[in-house]
């Protein structure tokens, strides 16, 4: 059979006659990543921003800070809350407005969980005035182009758009404007005593994501596409502080986690903190 036809109505088969040899049909290896690019710093309408790609998966995040009041019905504390869009342009899959929503909407909350996990974030660096205001980050995650990997491409991108984020400074409006008295505004702390002093938003540790996907014949490969994804069962990996947190859809063996997945995702771990250390610094992406 021709092979565009067999990789369109036979994928398993079109990616046996590849992993006998090893390989994958874009020829990675079972154990090698995408090219990965990210940008901090990808647009200047956000207190933080960045960019991402992993191969044909492309993403943009930006973080609004919110200065909001305390209410009895909820923590007088701040937070981050990540929302999550997987638009129909950014493939074809995602026309299914169903499929696209419960995507977005488990991602969007994983995400959430994972940034304020303790060992991750510490919520007071975000108090204005303790337990009356604080500062809630609000993490908007956009996919631009989705070939795979949707976990790792989306927390990468919050990841790199909170280390880019910077709080202002904060003064009371009525040392600013007299029409304004009580309300908090933006300020530069040379010209004014700040409520506030503005500063980077600060990370204990990096969850890092590491995701694979099984491919016929038991091989378990790193960093999916999107059409090895619906191959199989996936599994994603998040390292919380010192622990590992796992993800998966579809029936997945859990010895297999410990014997060959967790050394794989620990190897990871490396190249991943060299991607967002070099970021600082990144020149614009280009298309």
Known sequence: MDPELLQRFEPAEYFRGFLVEG?????????????????????????????????????????RAQVTEAVPELPPRGSIAVTLELPPLCSATFRDRNRSQALSTSLAAALTDILNSPQVFEPSQLDIREGEVFWVLHVHVVCLNFDGNAFDLCLLSALAALEDTLLPSLGDGESVKADEPG?????????????????????????????FAQLPGD??????SAQEEELGASVSLCLVGSRWLVQHQGGTNTERFLGE???????????????????????????
């Open 261 to 287: 997945l967790m050394p794989l995702a620990r190897s990871s771990v490396p190249d991943l903190n060299k991607l967002l250390d070099e970021a600082s610094q990144a020149a614009p992406m280009e298309d």
């Open 183 to 211: 309300r908090l505004v933006a300020v530069s702390s040379d010209t004014v005593k700040p409520v506030f002093e503005g500063r980077q938003v600060k990370l204990l540790s990096r969850p890092l994501p590491v995701t």
């Open 219 to 224: 091989h378990w490969v790193l960093d999916p």
């Open 23 to 63: 390989i994958r049909p874009d020829g990675r290896t079972l154990r090698e990543r995408r090219k990965a690019r990210l940008q901090r710093s990808a647009f200047a309408s956000a207190h933080g921003s960045s960019s991402v790609r992993l191969g044909e998966s492309a993403a943009v995040a930006g973080v």
